[in-house]
C-alpha cells in the first residue's frame, strides 16, 4: 500500500523567511496529495491541494509543487508569519487505497 | 465555516474498560470517518461510513471497534476493551460526497489515554 513520508519533523524560521516541507510517496498511482494545517488544541485543516495532472499550483504565500517522476511533493510557504506556526501534514491518495494516507507531520515555528 | 464538534476533549480510562468517543459532523454531510493519532506517529485512517454502513476499514479497526450513527446528528466511536497501545489522539472527519479528493472536514479530537 501506500507509504507517505514527511521532512522535516521540526522547522524553525525566521518571520519573513520561507519554509518548505518535504513528502515522498510510494504508490505510483496516487493522484491527489492535500495539504493540512493543525494548530494547537484544533483538527487538521485543508490549506492547498494539488492533482497529479498540474505540477504546481499556488495560493497567496502557500505553494504545492509536484514531481510525479521523483513521487515527491512539497509545501513552499512564502514570507512566513508568527500565525502560520503549527503542525503541516501532508497526504496521498487515489492509488490502491481510496482513503487518505498522512505523512508523520512538520512541527513549524515562525519566530518574530 | 461548519465544523465537526467532537467530545469529549479528553478521556482517561482504565485497560478493559469500554469507551465511545462521540462526534457530530457537518450536518449536511454524509460521509464520516475516523482517524487516530498515535503520539509522534501519523494520522492513520480507522474507518470510513456510509448510510449506515461501514465503507471501507483499516487493519487497525479490528472487532473491538465499531461505529454508530445512533441518531441523525450523532457519529460514535466505541471500543470495548480498551488496550494501552490504543492511547491515541482519535479524529472524527466528514464530508459532502465521499470522493478521496474531496476536502475532509476534522474535528478537534479526542485524547483518548489507557492506563
Known amino acids: 500500500g501506500e507509504n507517505v513520508e514527511q521532512h522535516p519533523s521540526t522547522l524553525s524560521v525566521q518571520e519573513g523567511d520561507s519554509a518548505v516541507i518535504k513528502c515522498t510517496y510510494s504508490?505510483?498511482?496516487?493522484?491527489?496529495f492535500p495539504w493540512y494545517k493543525q494548530e494547537l488544541g484544533k483538527g487538521p485543516q485543508l490549506i492547498i491541494d494539488i492533482r497529479s495532472n498540474v505540477g504546481e499550483k499556488k495560493d497567496q504565500r502557500i505553494a504545492v509543487t509536484l514531481n510525479k517522476t521523483a513521487k515527491h511533493f512539497s509545501l513552499h510557504i512564502t514570507e512566513t508569519q508568527p500565525e502560520d506556526s503549527a503542525v503541516y501534514f501532508c497526504?496521498?491518495?487515489?492509488?490502491?487505497?481510496?482513503?487518505?494516507?498522512f505523512g508523520k507531520g512538520t512541527k513549524l515555528s515562525v519566530k518574530p | 465555516e461548519p465544523e465537526v464538534t467532537q467530545t469529549p476533549s479528553h478521556q482517561v480510562t482504565q485497560m478493559g474498560q469500554e469507551v465511545i468517543l462521540r462526534c457530530v459532523p457537518i450536518s449536511n454531510h454524509l460521509y464520516f470517518y475516523w482517524y487516530r493519532q498515535i503520539l509522534g506517529q501519523k494520522v492513520e485512517f480507522l474507518v470510513s461510513?456510509?448510510?449506515?454502513?461501514?465503507?471501507?476499514k483499516s487493519e487497525i479497526f479490528d472487532d473491538q471497534f465499531s461505529v454508530e450513527r445512533p441518531d441523525g446528528s450523532n457519529f460514535t466511536l466505541k471500543i470495548r476493551s480498551t488496550k494501552l497501545e490504543d492511547s491515541a489522539m482519535y479524529f472524527c472527519a466528514s464530508n459532502g460526497q465521499g470522493i478521496y479528493t474531496e476536502k475532509l472536514f476534522f474535528g478537534s479530537g479526542t485524547q483518548l489515554s489507557v492506563l
Open positions: 497526504a496521498a491518495s487515489g492509488g490502491s487505497q481510496g482513503n487518505l494516507i
Open positions: 461510513f456510509y448510510n449506515n454502513e461501514i465503507s471501507e
Open positions: 504508490d505510483s498511482a496516487s493522484n491527489y
